[in-house]
């Protein structure tokens, strides 16, 4: 009864987050019920409410902007699971421990939010700001509810990493789907008439030898959750649950989840994914050289078998040479810029004299001002987000100019000189700087962000060193966590010492660090982990009282 109930509430959460991104009226007043009756379930199993949480998550706009129906509905889930969670603990004794951790929780947060609210006003930055700054942390306190929902009950773990897994499934499988459902692989070409350029597919193409391409578009520019950082953890718990389960089940459900997620971020187009999956993997690979040898021809057949996957993938879908290029520029670090501009128009073989303007993407939208964009979420400094992807041009220009790394370089150095005069505290969550580059119109423009693409100079601006370290804490404490114990231990911990590894990496590319999903993540990693430290004294403390 209980694996019914469980399995239940996640599947109700996955289809509910599946309607909600519907344009549908039907489906979506169908997906509103659901989240309503998720909601419902919280109130009487908070429990059931918890697995619920994930797959909803990926409903919601990365970093969202103003608050709507499902922004609202997902914040009345949290309480009312927390609100629960927290009378649990008044009506049980055997949760009143945990009564002491909120008390003191709430004490240290308090504190910490207080101090970086008074250096944010005396730096003259606006509340509202600051608000926006503050809010995707607070989603780690969910560590609270996790940790006393899991209890004593480790088979609550699992369930847990089910609803997880859900969530990665959805997200990688809706991206593959958008992909070929709306023909991004197919190639096309850009034709100059009367100034204006015209989207040709290649049949067109071959009969005019101005026509520029191949090219594509990067999925990013149509899903915001494209560079979510749950696919490169899918990938990375994905091989190793893979390489370590014994069940046949578990180990094909890693295989499965690796493949569909390296599958995703390929059609991504982002290095900073595929490098920090692999770098985790190399940390997995030197872990069983040195504590698990036994596993490793297992390790290395997943890895063949998803390495020749890839290479299939990539060459029957001709984007070998985007990813050649791509790559080849982080090598070069090339110098001179390449300016190639979106257009929005596909035009059909026969239907040519229908044109439209050429389009110019803005290269620096900002999450911060556009709700309802939805390439946001790889936001500027990263200007090859709002373009088409020319494979040639990756390929074969030695002098193209890197955007990405090039304006990453230029963020750290903003960073750097905001975090200097303040080298303590740092300068206040919401703290924005400006951002100046060169438009495809070669007119320079700027724009206010609030964030850096790499979690430790946006620690270091934001709250100096006090910050770094607390944050630091928080992201390689569950890494060594237990170390004494990582030759035999379960495996659920190789697999949470694989994700923060993978997250921490990740988040030294990417702003992903203040989103949702990668602090709901990070929650529940220190649930599990605040319920191992409380079931051990515990334990402890029974053994002292029966000698």
Known sequence: MIRIKNSAAIIIAALTAIGLTQENDTILFMATAGMASAII??????????????????????????????????AVLLVVITTGTFIECLRSPAARPHLKLWGLTILAV??????????????????????????????????????????????????IGISIATSIFMLAGF???????????????????????????????????????????????????????????????????????????????GLLMALSCMIAILITFTRSMLLSSLLAMF??????????????????????????AGLIFIYSTGIQDIWIGRMSQLIALPTSALNITPVDTIVSPDAL??????????????????????????????????????????????????????????????????????????????????????????????????????WPFYMLMVGGLSGLLVYSALLFGP????????RSEPIHWTLIRMAILTMAIYGAFFAVFRLITFNLLLAVIWGIIVTQVLTDRQKNKSEIDNT
């Open 110 to 159: 308090s504190t910490a939010i207080t101090i970086n609210l008074t250096v944010a006003l005396n730096n003259n930055i606006p509340l509202r700001d600051w608000t926006r700054g503050i809010i995707p942390f607070l989603f780690m306190l969910n560590f609270l509810p996790v940790a006393v929902l899991i209890g004593k009950d480790g088979n609550r773990i699992r369930w």
């Open 41 to 74: 379930i919280a109130v009487f199993s908070p429990w059931l409410g918890m697995l619920t949480l994930f797959p909803l998550a990926l409903a919601l706009p990365p970093a969202p902007a103003t608050v709507g129906l499902q922004e609202f509905s997902f």
């Open 479 to 486: 890494v060594i966590f237990r170390l004494s114990s990582i």
């Open 283 to 308: 940390i997995f690979l030197v872990y069983l050289i040195v504590y698990r040898k036994e596993v490793l021809p297992k390790f290395i057949t997943t890895l063949t078998a998803l390495g020749a």
């Open 353 to 454: 004299i229908s044109t439209t303007a050429l389009s110019t993407l803005e290269q620096n939208i900002s999450t911060e001002t556009t709700p309802n964009d939805t390439s946001t979420f790889e936001a500027p400094p990263a200007p090859d987000n709002y373009r088409p992807i020319q494979p040639e041009v990756f390929s074969d220009n030695k002098t193209t100019k890197d955007f990405n790394i090039s304006a990453r370089m230029d963020e750290y150095k903003i960073a750097w000189e905001m975090f200097v005069p303040h080298p303590i505290m740092g300068n206040g969550l919401g703290v924005k700087h400006e951002m100046r580059w060169e438009t495809s119109d070669n007119v320079s423009e700027a724009k206010q962000v609030a964030y850096v693409h790499n």
């Open 175 to 253: 991206i593959i789907f958008y992909y070929f459902h709306n023909d991004l692989w197919r190639p096309y070409w850009l034709l100059s008439v009367d100034d204006q350029a015209l989207r040709i597919p290649e049949a067109v193409a071959s009969e005019y030898a101005d026509a520029i391409g191949p090219m594509r578009d990067r999925i990013t520019m149509s899903i915001a959750q494209a560079t979510d950082a749950l696919l490169p953890v899918g990938l990375v718990i994905g091989v190793t649950l893979a390489s370590l389960a014994q069940p046949k089940a578990a180990a094909t459900t």
